[in-house]
């Protein structure tokens, strides 16, 4: 489909050399709208980091079992009394640096207890190392591993369900640090039990809410000369709870058997855990939950805001507005769409109607006879008078040629051959000739001219 013809300029009158067409960028509605819907954004992720960080606690970080902090949640009491007594406690966030400071410092010493928080962030490789270091003599202190854990470290272990009543519990085994430490409060939430099958490893059970549940275990590995002990909780270690019952007791008879002690809180995730849990685990699933009320909210909004879009559909203005303002409303929308052949076939159109009113043309002529016009998406037919009896009056009354009033009134969307020319004269049908693939602006206000100057030249009745 071609475009309209671009009409040259009258002879004697400079063509214009920019447009009287606003650019088709958003509209100050457009970006009030937008600005609108990112400060509704920004006031919901505002709101969400204020939650957040009510909902998760102080910005100090988790202190919970650090050695270092003074807080109920922490363990620096338990740190400073195991210096007391001896020991020499050294605190770190990474498994593997740890062994690694550990077996760098005049060779391996296996002399020395390793207490382990959060041993499920830790890879197969890590666990490996670990067991080596039990097997050569260490204590390694897990702070309630799971069952993945236990399997990877192959413990004749297993994790069970247990509906307890948590509480200051008796010792209730043979081990010796228990015996001696009496009635301590582990407050365990996780429960361990004997894992079925032959193993050559042995493991002792304290602290049983019920007769298959422990709170506390002790595995020795077949031919290790250490030991792995598995704490169900840890709240008899924190400085709130240290004091009370024999927790204080308990926990420095697990822990001062070895003059070297590395308290080791496992910040990174490694890429393989045992656990399958990587890092995107650690956002917990309140995270998630809250993504998923962002994204049903904004569906919502969605079907709220969203407009179904579909053919334009005439009616009468609910209220007179001015001609003028009228004209610039439309002006405004075929800048906006670029529609620069249907802004062009409206000025033919109504030169048309106007033409046909001064020179006696019925104003309507059968419907789609003249042709098309196409913008896009859109066509719309031509309406108006018979084009052969319209141009040829124009043409009298003006002496232009017909194949000009022809081309400045329909353009390239009439019929390829106009009603008033005779093949039989012209030797053939006539065809318009091709206009450009694209109106520009230009095109378009020489065009408007154009038109102006045949309307004037026509003059009134």
């Keep these: 489909m071609t475009a309209p013809a671009e009409v040259a300029p009258e002879p004697g009158?400079?063509?214009?050399?920019?447009?009287?067409?606003?650019?088709?960028?958003?509209?100050?509605?457009?970006?009030?709208?937008?600005?609108?819907?990112?400060?509704?954004?920004?006031?919901?992720?505002?709101?969400?980091?204020?939650?957040?960080?009510?909902?998760?606690?102080?910005?100090?970080?988790?202190?919970?079992?650090?050695?270092?902090?003074?807080?109920?949640?922490?363990?620096?009491?338990?740190?400073?009394?195991?210096?007391?007594?001896?020991?020499?406690?050294?605190?770190?966030?990474?498994?593997?640096?740890?062994?690694?400071q550990a077996s760098g410092s005049a060779g391996t010493n296996p002399d020395r207890t390793f207490v382990i928080v959060h041993p499920g962030r830790l890879s197969d490789g890590t666990l490996s190392r670990l067991a080596d270091w039990v097997s050569a003599g260490a204590d390694v202190v897990l702070v309630e591993p799971d069952t993945a854990v236990l399997d990877a470290l192959r413990l004749p272990v297993r994790t069970v369900d247990a509906n307890a009543v948590?509480?200051?519990?008796?010792?209730?085994?043979?081990?010796?640090?228990?015996?001696?430490?009496?009635?301590?409060?582990?407050s365990p939430s996780t429960f361990y039990g004997r894992l079925?099958?032959?193993?050559?490893?042995?493991?002792t059970f304290c602290?049983?809410?019920?007769?298959?549940?422990?709170?506390?275990?002790?595995?020795?590995?077949?031919?290790?000369?250490?030991?792995?002990?598995?704490?169900?909780?840890?709240?008899?270690?924190?400085?709130?709870?240290?004091?009370?019952?024999?927790?204080?007791?308990?926990?420095?008879?697990?822990?001062?058997?070895?003059?070297?002690?590395?308290?080791?809180?496992?910040?990174?995730?490694?890429?393989?855990?045992?656990?399958?849990k990587g890092a995107v685990h650690l956002l917990g699933p309140g995270f998630w939950l809250t993504c998923l009320q962002l994204l049903v909210g904004l569906v919502l909004l969605a079907l709220w805001r969203g407009r179904r879009l579909g053919p334009p559909v005439p009616e009468p203005l609910p209220v007179v507005v001015r001609a003028a303002e009228t004209t610039e409303g439309r002006g405004r929308l075929y800048a906006a769409a670029r529609a620069r052949d249907l802004a062009a076939e409206a000025l033919r159109?109504?030169?048309?109607?106007?033409l046909a009113d001064r020179m006696g043309v019925a104003p309507h002529g059968e419907r789609g006879a003249v042709g098309t016009v196409r913008a896009g998406g859109v066509v719309t037919e031509i309406a108006g008078p018979d084009p052969g009896t319209l141009v040829a009056s124009v043409a009298?009354?003006?002496?232009?040629?017909?194949?000009?009033?022809?081309?400045?009134?329909?353009?390239?969307?009439?019929?390829?051959?106009?009603?008033?020319?005779d093949p039989r004269?012209?030797?053939?049908?006539?065809?318009?000739?091709?206009?450009?693939?694209?109106?520009?602006?230009?095109?378009?206000?020489?065009?408007?001219?154009?038109?102006?100057?045949l309307e004037r030249q026509v003059g009134g009745r």
């Design 349 to 354: 159109a109504g030169l048309r109607a106007r």
């Design 207 to 276: 602290y049983r809410p019920t007769e298959r549940a422990a709170a506390l275990a002790v595995a020795r590995p077949a031919g290790g000369q250490g030991r792995f002990v598995l704490l169900g909780g840890s709240a008899f270690l924190t400085n709130r709870n240290l004091d009370h019952d024999g927790n204080a007791a308990l926990a420095l008879g697990l822990l001062v058997r070895h003059p070297q002690l590395d308290w080791v809180i496992q910040q990174r995730v490694a890429t393989n855990t045992v656990d399958g």
């Design 396 to 421: 009298e009354r003006t002496g232009r040629p017909a194949m000009t009033v022809w081309a400045l009134l329909y353009g390239s969307g009439g019929p390829a051959t106009p009603s008033f020319v």
């Design 13 to 100: 009158l400079a063509a214009p050399v920019s447009s009287t067409f606003q650019s088709g960028a958003p509209r100050p509605a457009s970006r009030r709208r937008l600005v609108r819907v990112l400060a509704v954004f920004a006031a919901l992720a505002v709101v969400y980091g204020v939650l957040a960080a009510l909902v998760g606690g102080s910005s100090d970080g988790d202190t919970s079992l650090d050695i270092g902090s003074p807080k109920p949640d922490g363990t620096m009491a338990l740190g400073q009394i195991l210096g007391h007594r001896g020991v020499t406690v050294r605190a770190g966030d990474d498994v593997a640096a740890a062994l690694d």
């Design 196 to 203: 079925s099958g032959d193993t050559a490893a042995t493991a």
């Design 425 to 453: 004269v012209s030797g053939g049908p006539l065809a318009v000739a091709p206009e450009p693939h694209e109106l520009d602006d230009a095109a378009l206000l020489r065009l408007a001219e154009a038109l102006d100057d």
């Design 166 to 186: 948590v509480g200051p519990l008796p010792p209730g085994c043979p081990l010796a640090e228990a015996t001696a430490a009496g009635t301590a409060t582990i």
